[in-house]
Nanobody
Framework: QLQLVESGGGSVQSGGSLTLSCTVSEDIGSNACMGWFRQTAGEKREGVAQ????????RYADSVRGRFTISRDNAKRTLYLQMNTLKAEDTAMYYCALVFTLTGYCLRFPRDDFKYWGQGTQVTVSS
């Protein structure tokens, strides 16, 4: 069973930065759309960012555009989320997700059919 493992979460002050990583247990080539989601207690899960299998066409939620950058290194089987200028409202559990597509393209944002999920990593931003 393919597994995703996130790391890099932690506590940071408002205005600070963190980089999340998500490592995939198997070689997925460039055939998988991957994304980052976040969720706080009692709230609906929010799609944060998404990227095509080959690393093209990153897409972002309006709430993070210009502050967050999604990228991937398929040779290392790792997805990243660089988060800058963090705000208190960015506090959440962050999850990475993966879905195989015929072309590796995500096509729509956010996709609602990710099949594989990580266990999450907590990000806490204090004001």
């Amino acid at each position: 069973q393919l597994q995703l493992v996130e790391s890099g979460g932690g506590s940071v002050q408002s205005g600070g930065s963190l980089t999340l990583s998500c490592t995939v247990s198997e070689d997925i080539g460039s055939n998988a759309c991957m994304g980052w989601f976040r969720q706080t207690a009692g709230e609906k899960r929010e799609g944060v960012a998404q990227i095509n299998g080959g690393g093209e066409n990153p897409r972002y939620a309006d709430s993070v555009r210009g502050r967050f950058t999604i990228s991937r290194d398929n040779a290392k089987r790792t997805l990243y989320l660089q988060m800058n200028t963090l705000k208190a409202e960015d506090t959440a559990m962050y999850y990475c997700a993966l879905v195989f597509t015929l072309t590796g393209y995500c096509l729509r944002f956010p996709r609602d059919d990710f099949k594989y999920w990580g266990q999450g990593t907590q990000v806490t931003v204090s004001s």
